[in-house]
């Protein structure tokens, strides 16, 4: 477990993407990124070369997302876009699955994506992180097929949500439930150790970064990443 503010940094994929993020903001935020010595920046595939201007040199990777949010995009317009992003200078990507052909039940589709993706990240020599969205997956048994997909495939990472998976519920509001703890424990048992597992969605705050680290998560996907190293320096962490 993390106990210095640079051991909580190297858990941090410092998440700039939303839709309205400016080029003074992106310039902005992986300054700080940098000056934290955060493990990486995720960024959209547009803003990648910006990206690695700021960041070239630092220990801060450059992460792109692919098919992002929805991962509906043709398979070999993902690979394409994977691709893309690494001759950009990319170096890890978070690529966002075909959730309606999960809910389709279509196995052989999701394991056709899922293998291209790994062999163009790791072609390329980047990091491969797969988003499976759980809010959309109503089932233990879908998130574990992807799990058992993934790891076949040797993907690097399963990820729990984009952050932008917005459900409509009961109230008729639409809100996500990100990483929560039920999904982390699933993923981390189906899933061998040379998968590692990232949270994105909801976390907030030090105690739920370090209530994650504890459940197996390798990273976590923030855009509170400020408050929370500025709490733990609140904390006399050094």
Known sequence: ????????????????????????????ECQFARDNNLVAVSIKPYA???ACEIL??????????VGFPHGNSRIDIKVAEAKA??????????????SGKVLSGDWDYVDKEIRALTEAAHAGGAILKLIFE??????????????????????????TSTGYGFKKHSSGMHYYDG?????????????????????????????ALLHVLELGVSRVGLSASAAILDEARARGWK
């Open 85 to 98: 992003a690494i001759e950009d200078g990319a170096v890890e990507l978070d690529a966002v699955l075909n």
């Open 1 to 28: 477990m993390p106990g210095t503010i640079r051991e909580i940094a190297r858990v941090i994929d410092h998440s700039l993407l939303h839709p309205t993020m400016t080029d003074a903001k992106l310039r902005q």
């Open 134 to 159: 759980n809010d959309f997956l109503p089932e233990d048994s879908q998130k574990i097929r992807l799990c058992e997909l993934c790891s076949a495939a040797g993907t690097d990472y399963v990820k």
């Open 48 to 50: 990648v070369p910006l």
């Open 179 to 207: 990483a929560t703890e039920h999904d982390l424990v699933l993923m981390r048992k189906h899933c061998p150790a040379g998968v590692k597992i990232k949270a994105a969605g909801g976390v907030r705050n030090l105690d």
């Open 56 to 65: 070239a040199g630092s220990e801060t990777a450059v992460g792109a997302v």
